[in-house]
């Protein structure tokens, strides 16, 4: 009688903490929800780097407590976005590694690889793994929507403005 009695209230800790998780699934959601209004709702000429800052890691947490939640990579390509325009370079990078390692099926994942080769030729001049970077996403994505981009980001890796303007006079002629 008495080992029916433990496995009834096992039972019951175990449901209960499932109600728990999604409870606390439900109220992270939430405050990201307002984090991200306190955000975008402010002077978009001069965003508050701190609650960027905020919002990055709150997404960064749903996304490692919920990991196969449909959410969490969507909130991770946030993460990204807001980090990379924040300058937050090896952070972004970061987190597309992750995205691409974890959620290789992610509908904008094409989009994910274009913009880790962004990320390191524009915010970390490093061209070389720009370079790799691009030429996988044209390996993997010939036909998408940023294969001409990434060839003429090839074209031009490492070329000051005045270089590529002096290119295009030239090539014009």
Known sequence: ???YFIILISLNLIVASCNLNTNNSEVTEKKISLAEQELFS????????EKAKVLVS??????????KDSISV????????ISMNFGA?????????RMINEYPEYRNIS????LKGFVYEDQLRDYQMAKNCYMEYIEKY????????ALISLQNLGKSPDERIEEFERNSQ
């Open 142 to 149: 010939p036909n998408s929507v940023f294969a001409d981009d």
């Open 111 to 114: 989009t994910v690889y274009f």
């Open 89 to 97: 370079a090896k952070k972004t990078i970061g987190i597309f590694n």
């Open 74 to 81: 969507e909130y991770l390509f946030k993460a990204a976005d």
């Open 58 to 67: 709150m997404y960064i947490e749903f996304a490692n407590l919920h990991p």
């Open 42 to 49: 402010g002077d978009i000429t001069s965003p508050d780097i």
């Open 1 to 3: 009688m008495l080992r």
